[in-house]
């Protein structure tokens, strides 16, 4: 898998414009960035040339703290930008990213790799996704030219929804260099449930928490194969007395369907990271339907799959799943699961796969999507030179050229 030769990390925006237009004036191809800590994510880049970076461009520009609304720069580490929003009681409702360590640092990324990768993961049952919370963008084009959507308020006027359509465009469109977004109140009191069965056995609590007067923050479930299966859920309100309320309700549910249940504390407002410590062999993002996943958990597609872990979210039917340890899957196993997902009405993206001949051809990051043609006129309309992040453009699996 190709990577971008060199990290450059202007520091200014006046740099960065001038940095891209004279790669701009040589043709020359280049890939956004911004700690670069997740770049072997997704498709191969091709002849990648520099990563340009926003690790520079880092600041807090602006935190209306009453209309809980923040505006960054996309360089700004995503534990930074929680740490100073604790500081005033309020959080940003998204997941940390996969493989975000335990101690934060710069583990999580940036601000701006966030939204380059669109990638929602368990606060989506409750709080949507990252796209949910943007409202307002700035971007630098692949000729060197600045250009802004949205704004500063939760309600923008009508129009093309520019914010959405970087949102998960992986750097292919333009380098994202700042955003704004809707921020919340941090609830203090919070609580956890983990309810342990054989998937079958837990759908009907899975159906009767989403379809219910819930309002988990967030309903994974979780499998592995040293613990098994389990429903793993967060509550937080404004009161230990709401969050009881709610977990008595469901752990009553779960008696009732002959399930063991246990309460577990919850201290930070965001879900523990998932940190394996070292790249795994493969990291997988699945979305489907999400009646459909204790099908996919209890299949053999799954269940032969020594090794791996699985953590989707229950009430959305997006999550991850990772091997851990063992010799890796080849790649036909893979193939088959995909396979297998896509029967199910859903779709399954290779974030990270085993490079060498040993492994076979690489597999696809993400197949062709109904709306490629529409898909490949956008990419030519923002980068015309196709210059940024050759090779990589979600939901075209074989590059333009």
Known sequence: MAHSDTLLQPQSEAELSALVRDLHASGRPWTPAGLGTRLHWGAPLQQAGPAISTRRLNGIVDHAVDDLTISVEAGLPLADLQHALAERGQWLPVDWPWGTAADLGSSAGTVGGLVARGLSGSLRQRHLGVRDQLIGISLMRSDGVAAKAGGRVVKNVAGYDLMRLLCGSWGSLALITGVTLRVQPIRRARGQLLVRGEPS???????????????????????????????????????????????HQIEALAGALHLASERQSWSDPLPDPIAPGCDPAWLLRLNLPPARCAELLASASCQQLPGWCWRLSAG??????????????????????RRHVSDLGG?????????????????EAWLDAPSRPLIEAVKRQFDPRLQLARGRLPGVATPLS
């Open 201 to 247: 056995a837990l759908e009907p609590l899975r159906q009767a928490v989403v379809a219910g007067g819930f309002t988990p923050d967030w309903i994974d479930w979780d499998q592995n194969e040293a613990e098994g299966c389990c429903l793993r859920l967060g509550v937080a309100s404004i009161s230990d007395a709401a969050v009881h309320d709610q977990l």
């Open 316 to 337: 959305r039917g997006s999550g991850d799943a990772w091997q851990v340890q063992g010799q890796a899957t080849p790649a036909y196993a893979i193939a088959a699961l």
């Open 347 to 363: 779709e399954l993206t290779v974030l990270i796969q085993p490079s060498g001949a040993e492994h076979q051809p690489e597999l």
